[in-house]
């Protein structure tokens, strides 16, 4: 594990440092995992930048067994929480039950629930109705949970990455906006390639899948993100992820006409934030220190699709949030 991470290590012993544990990471996850190698960059670029992260797709993608590999990967305490229809709050957060005191007595004490680890794989998050997807809201911001007035901090680092089935499949919710807003990316798993899920199908059927192996540890996570937010950024790169945020907003100055006749609502600040904090951690794993354009484009749909809320005429005209980031770009100049 990499521990001695320190104000001594210069700027470029660092980037190097980062860019070299992507590949170690990589070749790791590759133990379990094949393809998928934009879903395992998303994931890392949110880890290291201490966001929360939605993968959405459809059942039997290994949705659940890249979380759990990445837990073991940077030896972070896990807990996995499934979704159902009937969970309630109490079951994420914990709950206070009547027990014995010191003095004799009786006295209500508060049982913490499975949202206390370093990572929580909330699985299939939406099969769970709103009241119940909202006992994550305070965890994921203020990394705490609050019961009867009592605050109780979590464990850092803390992350939220939670599975998600297609809206249209049977049984799901729709996410709240306020949470879908927490999470810093939604990132799209898709299926693999013929030739991909052939080795897939051959290697799970003949032998057993090699141990994960822990190359870090939480307090590297915690100094990767310190690394992460020393990484500088122009001015004018900042101003095109704001402006590229900003015209996904409605009825506003200078607003596109296509986000005025499509959509309903548009990104906000936490948006903006994201796709500047990604971008530093992106510029990282790819083995430099400084943020570019291509960084925030890169970044675009997985930052702001879920966030890009299309009204019911861009529904009836097949207009979806992905079409909806592609005209952004183009629409919005570089710097």
């Known amino acids: 594990m990499i521990t001695d991470i320190d104000s001594h290590v210069t700027q470029e012993q660092l980037v190097r440092r980062i ?21 395992i960059e998303l994931l890392l670029i949110a880890l290291l930048s201490g966001g929360h992260a939605l993968i959405t797709g459809a059942p039997g993608l290994a949705k659940t067994l890249l979380i759990q590999s990445t837990a073991r990967l940077f030896h972070l305490s896990f807990n996995r929480i499934q979704f159902t229809p009937d969970l309630m709050p109490a079951d994420i957060t914990g709950t206070e039950i009547l027990g014995d005191s010191p003095e004799g007595g009786r006295r209500l004490e508060f049982v913490r629930g499975p949202i206390f680890a370093n990572l929580i794989l909330a699985d ?6 709103p009241k119940t997807q909202s006992a994550l809201l305070e965890a994921m911001q203020e990394h705490q ?27 799901t919710y729709p996410l709240p906006e306020a949470q879908l807003d927490r999470f810093m990316f939604d990132i799209r798993i898709d299926y693999l ?19 994960i192996e822990a190359l870090f540890s939480g307090e590297d996570l915690l100094a990767f993100h310190e690394i992460v937010r020393r990484v500088p950024i122009a001015e004018e790169t900042a101003r095109y992820a704001v402006r590229l945020v900003g015209a996904s907003r409605p009825n506003r100055p200078g607003t596109p006409d296509f986000v005025n006749e499509w959509v309903n609502w548009g990104a906000g600040l936490r948006a903006a934030q994201c796709l500047v904090i990604g971008g530093k951690a992106r510029a990282l794993l790819n083995g430099r220190s400084h943020v570019t354009p291509d960084d925030i484009r890169a970044l675009a749909h997985p930052v ?4 890009v809320l299309p009204n019911f005429r861009a529904e009836a005209e097949g207009i979806t949030p992905e079409g909806i980031v592609d005209r952004l770009l183009k629409h919005v100049p570089l710097p």
Not at 124 to 129: A, L
Not at 147 to 162: N, Q
Not at 304 to 307: A, E, F, G, P
């Open 193 to 211: 390639s013929e030739d991909d899920e052939v080795a897939v199908v051959t290697s799970t059927t003949s032998k057993r899948p090699e141990p």
């Open 124 to 129: 299939e998050i939406n099969r769970t109705p």
């Open 304 to 307: 702001l699709r879920h966030r």
């Open 19 to 39: 860019a070299e544990g992507r590949d170690r990471i990589r070749k790791e996850l590759a133990k379990v995992i094949r393809g998928q190698e934009e879903v």
């Open 145 to 171: 949970v609050t019961a009867a007035g009592v605050r109780y901090p979590l464990d850092e680092p803390f992350f939220v990455l939670a599975t998600k089935n297609p809206v249209e499949m049977e049984g």
